[in-house]
């Protein structure tokens, strides 16, 4: 059964940092593109940031560019979203997702295969 299980949400106040991880289960991250994407109250799902398969590339949102890190550890099958610098509008549910079939990743929830069940993450001022 294939898996993916994100964890490190929490309370942090504004300006403060967490780092999310999204951990694999029955297939391996490092042939898989990635998705962070985020959904607050009463708005739709966004991407936040991605990784392509073997690093091909990477890509950010614009809310988040210069504050957030996305890395991986291929020993842990793990993916990384170090959140720093944040702020209440970041306060969302946190899904991480893999795409299975594209070349690169892209922010777009339609091209995703598989989901995590989020993590939240509550930013106060």
């Known amino acids: 059964q294939e898996q993916l299980v994100e964890s490190g949400g929490g309370l942090v106040q504004a300006g403060g940092s967490l780092r999310l991880s999204c951990t694999a289960s029955g297939f391996t991250l490092y042939y898989t593109n990635i998705g962070w994407f985020r959904q607050a109250p009463g708005k739709e799902r966004e991407g936040v940031s991605c990784i392509s398969r073997q690093d091909r590339s990477i890509y950010y949102a614009d809310s988040v560019k210069g504050r957030f890190i996305i890395s991986r550890d291929n020993a842990k099958n793990t993916v990384y979203l170090q959140m720093n610098t944040l702020k209440p509008e970041d306060t969302a549910v946190y899904y991480c997702?893999?795409?299975?079939?594209?070349?690169?990743?892209?922010?777009?929830?339609?091209?995703?295969?598989?989901w995590g069940q989020g993590t939240q993450v509550t930013v106060s001022s």
């Open positions: 997702a893999a795409d299975y079939f594209g070349g690169s990743c892209r922010l777009d929830r339609a091209v995703q295969t598989k």
